[in-house]
């Protein structure tokens, strides 16, 4: 399953039914869970560990040291989930010793060709990152979050599950849950009410959410009192609870 021509590492741990193509590297400390392949010229390069039915393509690299100037040397690792899908050139760092010493992803993610995740992100599951999208460090993304080609999240920045972020959008600031957010920097423009069809959500749901994206950001209310109306909306329409949730972890303020 291996092809002659890759190299890796002796202190690797490769499941037996891993799949690597010919010029592949995989380096030491690197783990990779049943069913995943590793495609030519692909490089996993230390202290990475990938669960099952992983497919990283050719050319992709996984596992690099974090682009941080004050980046020594230390021990630090990428922790990645099952079901995830790397394509050509995408690349993902490793954690820096400044926060948790690890990037870590979650499952069934797809990295399209030329996207970045920089050291220390924390991404979670479902997530879609289109061509050439990047992510600085110690950047959060929640579920289901869709980034659109060329787009890119400033470092610290948190996106919550359901976002949308348009393409060519540059986001400087916390992007809440369910909001599309546009332009540069990005601002919010809706409620990703789309893609919360698709995922079941029902036409109350959703109509509630638009009402709680109207409170937050139509209203011309100051952020607390904002907080306040939807801690009242979400008694009844658990829904809102993401909202109130995200703004209390902010860290950056909101995009406004």
Known sequence: MIDARAIVSPDAKLAADVTVGPFAIIGPGVEIGPGSSVGAHAMIERDTKLGARNKVHQFASLGSAPQDKSYKGEPTRLEIGDDNVFREFCTVNRGT?????????????????????????????????????????HVHLGDWVIMGGFSGVHQFCKVGAHAFIANNAAVTRDVPPYVMAVGQPATPHSVNAEGLKRRGFTPENIRNIRNAFRTLYREDRRLADALEALRQLAAAQPEIAPFIDFIAASTRSLVR
Do not use: P
């Open 97 to 137: 010793t400044k926060e948790h010493g690890v990037t870590r992803i979650g499952n069934q993610n797809l990295f399209m060709s030329y996207s970045h995740v920089a050291h220390d992100c924390v991404i979670g599951d479902k997530v879609v990152l289109a061509n050439l999208a990047t992510l600085g460090g």
